[in-house]
Protein backbone atom coordinates (compact mmCIF):
# COMPACT_ATOMS: atom_id res chain seq x y z
CA UNK A 1 0.00 0.00 0.00
CA UNK A 2 1.78 3.31 -0.88
CA UNK A 3 1.39 5.97 1.55
CA UNK A 4 3.33 9.45 1.87
CA UNK A 5 3.35 10.77 5.16
CA UNK A 6 5.38 14.26 5.62
CA UNK A 7 6.48 15.52 8.85
CA UNK A 8 9.19 18.36 10.26
CA UNK A 9 6.49 21.56 9.52
CA UNK A 10 6.43 24.13 11.70
CA UNK A 11 7.34 27.74 12.50
CA UNK A 12 10.51 29.79 11.68
CA UNK A 13 12.35 33.05 11.96
CA UNK A 14 13.71 34.31 8.61
CA UNK A 15 17.10 33.17 7.97
CA UNK A 16 16.37 29.83 10.12
CA UNK A 17 16.17 26.52 8.71
CA UNK A 18 13.63 23.36 8.89
CA UNK A 19 14.27 19.87 7.50
CA UNK A 20 10.74 18.21 6.17
CA UNK A 21 10.01 14.75 6.11
CA UNK A 22 8.84 12.01 3.83
CA UNK A 23 8.17 8.15 5.14
CA UNK A 24 7.45 6.88 1.91
CA UNK A 25 5.80 3.52 2.18
CA UNK A 26 6.60 0.79 1.14
CA UNK A 27 10.28 2.01 -0.33
CA UNK A 28 11.79 5.41 -1.77
CA UNK A 29 13.65 2.82 -4.35
CA UNK A 30 10.45 1.86 -6.28
CA UNK A 31 10.14 5.48 -7.53
CA UNK A 32 11.12 7.06 -10.58
CA UNK A 33 10.91 10.30 -9.12
CA UNK A 34 10.42 12.02 -5.71
CA UNK A 35 9.58 15.38 -5.40
CA UNK A 36 8.53 18.37 -2.97
CA UNK A 37 5.87 20.74 -3.85
CA UNK A 38 4.47 23.77 -2.13
CA UNK A 39 1.12 25.80 -2.51
CA UNK A 40 0.79 29.38 -0.62
CA UNK A 41 -3.05 30.55 -0.62
CA UNK A 42 -3.57 32.28 -3.71
CA UNK A 43 -0.70 30.71 -5.30
CA UNK A 44 -0.53 28.18 -8.21
CA UNK A 45 0.96 25.41 -6.90
CA UNK A 46 5.41 25.31 -7.30
CA UNK A 47 7.59 22.04 -8.23
CA UNK A 48 10.25 23.02 -5.39
CA UNK A 49 12.69 19.99 -5.87
CA UNK A 50 13.11 16.65 -6.80
CA UNK A 51 15.27 13.27 -7.01
CA UNK A 52 15.30 10.54 -9.37
CA UNK A 53 16.57 6.89 -8.82
CA UNK A 54 19.94 7.71 -9.17
CA UNK A 55 20.01 10.49 -7.37
CA UNK A 56 19.72 13.11 -9.41
CA UNK A 57 18.14 16.36 -8.65
CA UNK A 58 17.08 19.32 -9.64
CA UNK A 59 15.89 22.71 -7.95
CA UNK A 60 13.27 25.69 -8.71
CA UNK A 61 15.35 29.24 -9.11
CA UNK A 62 13.08 30.37 -6.29
CA UNK A 63 14.93 27.89 -3.67
CA UNK A 64 18.01 26.86 -5.26
CA UNK A 65 21.24 27.17 -3.09
CA UNK A 66 19.11 27.24 -0.02
CA UNK A 67 17.00 23.93 -0.01
CA UNK A 68 18.66 20.48 -0.77
CA UNK A 69 16.17 17.17 -1.37
CA UNK A 70 17.55 13.94 -0.44
CA UNK A 71 16.63 10.44 -0.10
CA UNK A 72 17.34 7.83 2.62
CA UNK A 73 16.71 4.19 0.82
CA UNK A 74 17.72 2.30 4.07
CA UNK A 75 15.05 4.42 6.44
CA UNK A 76 12.32 5.11 3.03
CA UNK A 77 12.60 8.56 3.55
CA UNK A 78 12.47 11.58 1.72
CA UNK A 79 13.98 14.88 3.02
CA UNK A 80 13.86 18.50 1.94
CA UNK A 81 16.56 20.71 4.37
CA UNK A 82 15.15 23.97 4.20
CA UNK A 83 18.14 26.93 5.09
CA UNK A 84 17.79 30.38 4.76
CA UNK A 85 14.49 30.68 5.26
CA UNK A 86 12.28 33.46 3.86
CA UNK A 87 8.72 34.21 4.38
CA UNK A 88 7.85 33.99 1.32
CA UNK A 89 8.40 30.09 1.44
CA UNK A 90 5.33 30.63 3.87
CA UNK A 91 3.40 27.50 2.10
CA UNK A 92 2.34 23.87 2.29
CA UNK A 93 4.74 21.58 1.99
CA UNK A 94 3.66 18.29 -0.34
CA UNK A 95 5.76 15.35 -0.87
CA UNK A 96 4.97 13.49 -4.11
CA UNK A 97 6.27 10.29 -6.09
CA UNK A 98 5.99 8.50 -9.06
CA UNK A 99 7.09 5.57 -11.18
CA UNK A 100 5.95 7.14 -14.52
CA UNK A 101 8.87 10.12 -16.08
CA UNK A 102 9.58 13.07 -16.49
CA UNK A 103 10.21 14.40 -13.02
CA UNK A 104 9.60 17.81 -14.05
CA UNK A 105 6.33 17.20 -14.71
CA UNK A 106 3.89 17.37 -11.67
CA UNK A 107 1.10 16.10 -12.97
CA UNK A 108 3.16 12.43 -13.04
CA UNK A 109 3.41 12.36 -9.55
CA UNK A 110 1.37 9.69 -8.86
CA UNK A 111 1.08 9.57 -4.80
CA UNK A 112 0.77 12.62 -2.79
CA UNK A 113 0.97 13.44 0.91
CA UNK A 114 -1.43 15.09 2.90
CA UNK A 115 1.31 18.09 3.14
CA UNK A 116 3.01 19.99 6.13
CA UNK A 117 2.48 23.37 6.79
CA UNK A 118 5.82 26.07 6.59
CA UNK A 119 5.53 29.36 7.94
CA UNK A 120 8.18 31.23 7.80
CA UNK A 121 7.96 35.11 9.84
CA UNK A 122 10.36 38.16 9.41
Known amino acids: QVQLVESGGGSAQAGGSLRLSCAAS????????MGWFRQAPGKERERIAY???????NYADSVKGRFTISKDNAKSTLYLQMNSLKPEDTAMYYC????????????????WGQGTQVTVSS
Open 96 to 111: AATTSPPCAWGPAYQH
Open 51 to 57: IDRFDST
Open 26 to 33: PYTYRYSC
